[in-house]
């Protein structure tokens, strides 16, 4: 896919990377342990940064990009394995109140680089899906999310700017 873009597109605006990052290369999720997960994204993360140098991109996370797949854990410190390695990869895309979002609940809003008036949002939506069977004891997580987004498209209709809304779900 990442040699695609680049033929099609060398230099676009930015780049939206939609979730499970981990699926490179094809494998199962049963295969997806904490240190392949890591290392997978990581890998990845450094192809995409040679091969759009310039290029801004705004990931998100899918269901399977922690372990075990689809078992997001409501609490995000169980997470902070993963947060807190994602923040250090993506610190080259991402301003540093995106990074503490992303190390606090894998998601986060960024104005997109070089493009005025243009915000990008981009959901954890692992906290909202039904395939989160943790979820359906504890909403806890999802709904600070949601109230978050809300203060951040406020935020965002006082500023003026308008915004793309980025995750793995719909």
Known sequence: AIESMKAINPDP???LLSGDIV???GRN???LGRDVILETISEVTAWLIEQFPTVPIYPALGNHDNHPSNNWPVDPERSAWLYGAL???WAPWLPSSAL???RAGGFYSSDIKDIPNLRVITLNTNYLTVYNTAISWNTTIAES???WVQRELQQAHKD????????HHP
């Open 145 to 147: 999310q949601l109230e």
């Open 160 to 167: 003026g700017v308008k915004v793309i809304m980025n995750g």
């Open 100 to 102: 503490e979002t992303v």
């Open 23 to 25: 699926h490179y290369p």
């Open 87 to 89: 923040a250090n990869m």
């Open 13 to 15: 605006d930015f780049i």
């Open 29 to 31: 999720s049963s295969d």
